[in-house]
């Protein structure tokens, strides 16, 4: 299983990502793709009309969103791994960590681009 982890500076306030992240309206427009949120612990939520799959975990607004996760590359075999989101205020906005753990072995650095490309990318174009 692997692990990476990657990070954005977004010129907004932590809140206003707390809220996006777990809003299936934010979600859509920030990525530019369906999404669709329970934004409660226990929820489900699909993304990337359901190549991301999961539920949320733990919620500590607006600090931290934990959420099970998986997408379709991933076997049925495979377990889902973890997605931690910390929200660290700077001054320039928020810090966006993404600290994702548990990924099937070979695909880390796929999901490492796709973190850049499918959300970092549009967020700091959407936020600004």
């Given at each position: 299983?692997?692990?990476?982890?990657?990070?954005?500076?977004?010129?907004?306030?932590?809140?206003?990502?707390?809220?996006?992240?777990l809003d299936s309206a934010e979600h859509t427009a920030f990525t530019g793709s369906e999404?669709?949120?329970?934004?409660?612990?226990?929820?489900?939520?699909?993304?990337w009309e359901g190549y991301i799959s999961g539920k949320t975990l733990d919620l500590d607004a607006p600090n931290r969103i934990v959420?099970?996760?998986?997408?379709?590359?991933?076997?049925?075999?495979?377990?889902?791994?973890?997605l931690e989101i910390l929200l660290e205020t700077i001054s320039s906005g928020t810090?966006?960590?993404?600290?994702?753990?548990?990924?099937?072995d070979g695909q880390?650095?796929?999901y490492r681009e796709g973190w850049e490309e499918y959300y970092f990318r549009p967020m700091l174009e959407y936020f600004s």
């Open positions: 299983m692997e692990k990476i982890t990657v990070s954005v500076d977004l010129p907004v306030k932590r809140e206003v990502v707390f809220h996006a992240w999404a669709v949120i329970d934004p409660s612990v226990g929820g489900s939520f699909t993304a959420q099970a996760w998986r997408t379709t590359e991933f076997s049925d075999a495979d377990a889902d791994s973890t810090r966006v960590t993404l600290i994702h753990t548990n990924i099937p880390g650095d796929m």
